[in-house]
């Protein structure tokens, strides 16, 4: 179990450090039933991955529903000791690995409802509503 803790780790860090910068101000180029990026600012909101995550399930991101405007950046910051990420079930968002004390931001222009989660936590779960 050990040797699996540690691959996994490794893995995980290999990857973050391959990926580049962690932080991104623009998202893929969504579909259009996903949220936009823009380079330009507007309202921010923001979005925590407390101590303890890992565990919390479907009450992993605090907020783990949140409604904005359209133009609002959302900024999710990594206060966990682990790494995490934001990604969108729909094509909208990835993150890639954000590493304890990073941040991951992306503007979103289309209202919806956008569900995401974690990829290396799957049960970890959020909403963002987009008016």
């Not at 450090?17 to 507007?42: F, L, R, W």
């Not at 309202?43 to 529903?65: E, K, W």
């Amino acid at each position: 179990m050990y040797s699996l803790r540690l691959a996994f780790t490794l893995g995980v860090l290999v990857s973050a450090a391959t990926c580049g910068s962690i932080y991104s101000s623009t998202a893929p180029s969504p579909t259009p039933a996903s949220p936009s990026p823009t380079a330009t600012g507007g309202a921010s909101s923001s979005v925590s991955i407390p101590t303890g995550a890992a565990t919390l399930d479907a009450a992993a991101f605090m907020p783990d529903a949140l409604t904005v405007p359209a133009g609002t950046t959302v900024t999710w910051t990594n206060t966990h000791s682990v790494p995490h990420t934001s990604t969108s079930d729909a094509k909208g968002w990835d993150s890639g690995i954000v590493a304890p004390g990073q941040k991951y931001s992306v503007s979103l222009q289309t209202p919806g409802t956008f569900s995401y989660h974690c990829t290396v936590h799957p049960g970890m779960i959020g909403t963002v509503v987009v008016q």
